[in-house]
């Protein structure tokens, strides 16, 4: 009786809050209370979605580190108020007429404010300046196709032009099959417009988050001079189901996973998420030069 009353009281008062805020109410007698919890994908426990907010989207229980929008990484890792978009306006188009996809990446763009699966920038990390780009899965699973393959060498040449260091946040499913072959192009032009932005002398740290797998992998995100990764992520050309077809055997624990890569030297370090602003800033310090100054 007592959870009876609790419950119709409670139901008044989301009506009256529906009602408050000039919405419709539903033509059925009750309604559902926003969910205000979320389900760690790794550990099944309940978050809420303040405590996700605080915590950087990393789970308080396990660690889980949740993947997280371009925008949201440019604003947990620039400087406020030095955020200064490049190339913003370039995105796909369908060289192929492949059917369908200039109406999904028109839902894309509607649903994730995106142009692309990769925001690129200026800014200043912890006072030092810097070229930024960012990845987002969210934009057909962070592919790598023409517009994509672009902009990051349109920031390699910013970065190298401007004497600034680089820094790319990488997360891709791999080629954009849409484009067929001029996707697999790209591989070879953010390989080669990292290599001239290297020759020059600049400094490029690669941040590889979950998951960072295909051409991306093979190309601009093993090139880094210094390598970076977030907790648990997966990281590897294909995955490990596919290698475990391929040659017949089972893989290692952890295979692919950060952890086990930067013990087998792939990478320079594992850094979560709350860390990583600090320590790109002590690197960017450790390698700064008479043209980038602190500001």
């Known amino acids: 009786m007592l959870n009876e009353r609790f419950s119709d009281r409670r139901q008044r008062l989301l009506r009256l809050k529906v009602m408050r805020e000039g919405g419709r109410l539903p033509s059925s007698s009750r309604i559902d209370a926003p969910a205000i919890f979320e389900q760690c994908p790794a ?3 309940a978050v809420s979605k303040r ?3 605080d915590q950087l989207y990393v789970c308080p229980h396990c660690g889980h580190h949740r993947p997280i929008g371009a925008y949201q990484r440019l604003a947990l890792t620039l400087d406020s108020g030095t955020f200064q978009e490049l190339n913003d306006g ?26 692309e699966a990769v925001v690129t920038a200026k800014g200043r990390i912890g006072g030092w300046p810097a070229v930024v780009a960012v990845m987002d899965g969210r934009f057909l699973m962070g592919s790598m196709g023409v517009a994509v393959g672009e902009k990051v060498a349109l920031a390699a040449d910013t970065a190298r032009k401007a004497k600034l260091p680089l820094v790319i946040f990488c997360a891709s499913g791999g080629a954009r099959m849409q484009e067929g072959i001029l996707s697999l192009m790209q591989m070879a032009k953010t390989a080669e417009a990292i290599t001239r932005f290297q020759q020059a002398g600049g400094l490029y740290i690669a941040c590889l988050t979950h998951p960072t797998t295909g051409g991306v992998t093979a190309s ?14 997966l990281i590897g050309f294909a995955g490990p189901r596919v290698i475990e077809q391929t040659i017949g055997q089972k893989l290692p624990e952890g295979f692919q996973r950060s952890e086990y890569l ?26 700064a030069k008479g043209g980038a100054r602190r500001g």
């Open 90 to 115: 370039m995105c796909a188009s369908n060289p192929l007429d492949f059917d369908g996809y200039d109406a999904k990446l028109e839902g894309l763009r509607r649903r994730t404010g995106l142009s």
């Open 51 to 53: 405590q996700w907010a």
């Open 262 to 287: 930067e013990e087998h030297g792939f990478m320079d370090a594992v850094v979560p998420r709350g860390q990583m602003k600090s320590t790109l800033m002590q690197l960017l310090r450790l390698h």
């Open 220 to 233: 601009f995100a093993s090139l880094g001079d210094i390598t970076l990764a977030e907790p648990k992520a």
């Open 43 to 45: 550990c099944g426990e």
